[in-house]
């Protein structure tokens, strides 16, 4: 199995409801993402996949995070956008855009300089693959 390990950030902020009902203060955070993907298979040029062609579909997706405050965000359907979900939809969006026979193992959100979340198909039930 190869893998391909690639980062990008985005700032935006959020604001979250706790279990006992009250609501944090609105705030901002510079939020770094690690993608790490998976491929069984090199192609022609000894490539899992060009990371040129990665790096600007993770890009697309940071863009539509960028500058915004994500409990507007459609993406989260009124959820609380913790970073947990952050890392989901980062997953669920780059996955269908990715070649046949590549896949993301786990997308990692990191929220402070020491405080991350991730999400992997795996973990979440077995869906993924292996």
């Known amino acids: 199995m190869y893998e391909l390990v690639l ?25 770094q993402v690690e993608v790490y993907l998976e491929g069984e298979a090199l192609d022609e040029c000894g490539l899992v996949m060009d990371f040129t062609e990665v790096q600007e579909r993770l890009r697309e997706i940071a863009s539509e995070l960028h500058h915004t405050t994500l409990n507007e965000l459609p993406a989260f359907g009124g959820e ?14 780059l996955a269908p855009r990715l070649p046949e026979g590549v896949r993301p193992r786990l997308v990692r959100v990191w929220e402070t ?12 039930g077995g869906r993924g693959p292996g």
């Open 113 to 124: 300089g020491v405080c991350a979340a991730g999400y992997s198909e795996r973990a979440a």
């Open 7 to 31: 980062r990008c950030e985005f700032s935006a902020a959020h604001q979250l409801r706790m279990a006992d009902g009250s609501v944090e203060p609105l705030h901002d955070h510079d939020w």
């Open 80 to 93: 609380n956008p913790s970073t947990e979900r952050v890392a989901r939809h980062i997953h669920n969006r």
